[in-house]
T-cell receptor, first 114, second 111 residues
């Protein structure tokens, strides 16, 4: 049981380049999330998808776009990377209702923008 | 907007001492609260989940309490060990599905 899988694990981008962070979960969860973690700031929500076919902005959405490709996959795209987007990015999934409502996290993508 | 605060930001204790980690939140209309552990350079590992209708949850040496009306949760770790050294994060889920995190408490257990 893989849980939440993120790719890539590490990435270095030049300012202005674009990239897509991939996330897939195999727990049949409805809700998926993208967070960024910066020193001293904790985890901040970028975007989330409460269910397949819906996406909503979180606390820090500027400079990002997301796609809920299907129930399993939720991708995060940086169209024109900036040094301020250097961070560790985490994907998470969970369900609301039923017996399992824990959030499970991937291992993170460490992104450096130079 | 839900604000989650964790105090203290860092804690250093000798091995064997009990740990008490605090989490407070501003909006009591929550769905559940989850405690996580994060080791340096790693992802988040779920420790305990407390539903809004529960007062506490236990797993081994870990016990978490929830007082929704006062907006507080406490994580107790009994008889701490050096392997308990990590950052502990509290996350609150609102009824709109969002998970809001505190900045964490970094724990060092000295052998």
């Amino acid at each position: 049981n893989a849980g939440v899988t993120q790719t890539p694990k590490f990435q270095v981008l030049k300012t202005g380049q674009s990239m897509t962070l991939q996330c897939a979960q195999d727990m049949n969860h409805n809700s998926m999330y993208w967070y960024r973690q910066d020193p001293g700031m904790g985890l901040r929500l970028i975007y989330y998808s409460a269910s397949e076919g819906t996406t909503d902005k979180g606390e820090v959405p500027n400079g990002y776009n997301v796609s809920r490709l299907n129930k399993r996959e939720f991708s995060l795209r940086l169209e024109s990377a900036a040094p301020s987007q250097t961070s560790v990015y985490f994907c998470a999934s969970s369900d609301i209702g039923g017996s399992v409502t824990e959030a499970f996290f991937g291992q993170g993508t460490r992104l450096t923008v130079v | 907007k839900q604000e989650v605060t964790q105090i203290p930001a860092a804690l250093s204790v000798p091995e064997g001492e009990n740990l008490v980690l605090n989490c407070s939140f501003t909006d009591s209309a929550i769905y559940n609260l989850q405690w996580f552990r994060q080791d340096p350079g790693k992802g988040l590992t779920s420790l305990l989940l407390i539903q809004s209708s529960q007062r506490e949850q236990t797993s081994g040496r870990l016990n978490a309490s929830l007082d929704k009306s006062s907006g507080r949760s406490t994580l107790y770790i009994a008889a701490s060990q050096p392997g308990d050294s990590a950052t502990y994060l509290c996350a609150v889920r609102a009824n709109d599905y969002k998970l809001s995190f505190g900045a964490g408490t970094t724990v060092t257990v000295r052998a």
